[in-house]
């Protein structure tokens, strides 16, 4: 089973009809080029079982109501692929709530319960951040002020524990600081006017 058709199934499923799981597929199909490649050779595979093997014996007219199958030119193709682009840039098919769809696809009364849930998130990794902080913090002081006589010694071996609580008491100082200075930084960006989207291409 190709990756493309078990993308499909699982997209067709999740939106039910087709007009609702095509720009979620054509979106995922242009970002990945493989995916590209698998659609390309499924087009070929059919275009090539739908015109007949010319005989190699003999002249055969073809009859006038069998008509060649047309390749796209490479205007139509252009624009194919620029209206592709067009959705696949689009935030609502690509911001997609942590475990959840697309924030193009959520129901405006769930609006509410998935800010919450959000938040909830954030403050359980923004703590496990600062705790990984206060670690680089530490690691590193700790590493710094003692010269081991071998460097497979333990922590426990070459300091006693008041001396990493005390380590660990300025390590949170330290990283509270830094926190407090990235924060600001990205509150800065977040509040700056942001930059008007590109103008998509006209039907």
């Keep these: 089973m190709s990756k493309l058709y078990s993308l499909a199934t699982k997209l067709l499923a999740e939106h039910k009809t087709i007009d609702a799981a095509i720009k979620p597929l054509v ?10 490649e698998q659609l390309a050779r499924i087009y070929l ?18 009859p ?4 060649r199958a047309k390749l796209p030119t490479a205007a139509q193709s252009k624009a194919a692929v620029k209206g592709a682009k067009a959705i696949a840039r689009s935030i609502l098919d690509t911001r997609r709530l942590r475990g959840g769809p697309v924030i193009g696809d959520v129901r405006f009364q769930e609006l509410q319960r ?3 849930t959000a938040v ?6 923004l703590l496990r951040g600062t705790e990984d902080i206060v670690d680089a913090y530490a690691c590193k002081m700790l590493s710094q002020r003692a010269v081991p006589a071998s460097s497979d010694a333990r922590v426990r071996d ?11 008491v300025k390590a949170r100082q330290q990283a509270a600081l830094r926190i407090a200075e990235e924060t600001r930084r990205v509150a800065d960006n977040l509040l700056r006017e942001p ?3 590109p103008a998509l291409p006209a039907a």
Excluded at 27 to 36: E, H, I, N, Q, S
């Design 120 to 125: 909830l998130t954030g403050a359980d990794f």
């Design 64 to 67: 006038a109501h069998r008509r």
């Design 27 to 36: 979106a995922a199909v242009v970002a990945d080029p493989a995916l590209l």
């Design 45 to 62: 595979s059919n275009l090539q079982r739908a015109t007949p093997a010319r005989q190699r014996s003999g002249l055969h007219r073809r």
């Design 195 to 197: 930059e008007p989207p």
């Design 114 to 116: 998935r800010a919450q």
């Design 158 to 168: 070459v300091f006693k524990a008041s001396d990493v609580e005390k380590v660990y």
